[in-house]
């Protein structure tokens, strides 16, 4: 299969970018971070350090433990969200220096900033829901995410086991998915051409660190079973909420999943597949949007992935306004609940043959 290209002029798009750079002139700010995102950058750094300091050099009593792994999980999947995510889409900063530290952070974490960049820049953010290319829908053959991907006995028990997959999502990311693209040398159907002597230094560099960071240097200090634990609910944490975060933005009810055509033209304009391949969440709940880091917004964050997060709330005005007129669905889910509800459903649904 041949990566895929839009064929429609991109008229909604010009319009819609017109309107919302004449926002940004209006108010007199760049699509960068500001001060809101970097204060909160801050926190999710001095926090998440502080914990895993208590945990690994101060370790306290199993029931102040667990809940500190808990939401040292929490943080991370924060720092993903928040930092990293901008970072690697160039909107955390005016500076290219600050974006590519941000989009570090990720190494620092067990991930690969440089096969995040493939996955998710380049596949995920062009061919939303694209079966066979975006590799963010391909969990095959544990779970059948859209009506083309064959269907398999158990995918019948999808809607209940897919809690499991979410939980040890992290854990295989930072053991297994990561060097499946690197020996393989492709991400689904886009091969990976480019990867310097430096960029291999730094991938296996960067994934003993972690380790290092996250088993060794605790095993070492406070013992093999304590960290086992310690390290299973921490990466179980951040697992299942990277995971879910990231699947009620596209497969819930009502998103699309086109289907290019044999030659690989898709006849809508990219902008459009955007918003109908995408779902917003909880945008008027404000814990939802701290921490979301603007993944709730993933309608505005598919549009305008080098606008940081911290606009979207301002933006998404213009886009519904403009998906309005154009009479292009905006698809938003009130709550968190129903948004995963949602996402139950589209999975119950699918499992049936
Ligand atoms: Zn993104």
């Known amino acids: 299969m041949q990566a895929p290209r839009f064929t429609a002029t991109p008229s909604f798009y010009n319009d819609l970018r017109r309107r919302v750079n004449q926002y ?27 914990i895993y300091v208590t945990l690994v050099f101060f370790t306290p009593v199993w029931w102040i433990s667990l809940p500190l792994c808990a939401i040292l999980g929490l943080l991370t999947a924060g720092i993903g969200f928040n930092i990293m995510h901008d970072g690697g889409h160039g909107s955390f900063s005016k500076s290219k220096a600050l974006n590519r530290a941000a989009a570090f952070s990720l190494n ?8 995040w960049n493939i996955k998710h820049n380049v596949i995920h953010h062009s061919f939303t829901n694209v079966d066979g290319v975006d590799d963010d829908i391909d969990v095959n053959p544990f779970l059948r995410m859209c009506r083309t991907q064959t269907y398999r006995w158990f995918h019948r028990f999808q809607h209940v086991y897919f809690v499991i997959l979410y939980a040890v999502m992290y854990l295989f990311w930072m053991f297994f998915l990561d060097y499946k693209k690197y020996f393989r040398g492709y991400i689904g159907v886009v091969e990976i051409t480019h ?8 991938f296996w560099g960067s ?71 995408t779902a917003n969440f909880a945008t008027r709940n404000k814990l939802v949007t701290w921490f979301c880091g603007g993944l709730n917004f993933q309608i505005e964050h598919h549009l305008f992935p080098k606008v940081s997060h911290i606009h979207y709330p301002a933006i998404s005005r213009i886009v519904r306004e403009a998906c309005q007129e154009y009479g292009i669905q905006y698809i938003e889910f009130p709550r968190v609940t129903s948004a995963v509800a949602s996402h139950y459903r589209l999975l119950r649904n699918l499992g049936r043959a």
């Not at 620092?108 to 096969?115: A, E, K, P, T």
């Open 24 to 50: 940004f002139t209006e108010v007199n700010s760049t699509p960068t971070g500001n001060w809101q995102l970097y204060s909160k950058a801050i926190f999710l750094i001095v926090a998440h350090v502080a």
């Open 195 to 202: 990867m310097k002597p430096v960029q291999h230094i730094i």
């Open 207 to 277: 994934k003993f660190f972690s380790y290092f960071l996250f088993l060794i240097l605790p095993i070492l200090v406070v013992g093999f079973v304590p960290t086992l634990i310690g390290f299973g609910v921490f990466v179980t944490v951040t697992g299942f909420v990277i995971s879910i975060i990231f699947q009620l933005a596209h497969t819930v009810e009502h998103t699309d999943f086109p289907i290019p055509a044999e030659d690989g033209k898709i006849e809508n304009e990219w902008a459009i597949h955007q918003v109908q391949t």
């Open 108 to 115: 620092i974490l067990g991930g690969s900033d440089f096969m």
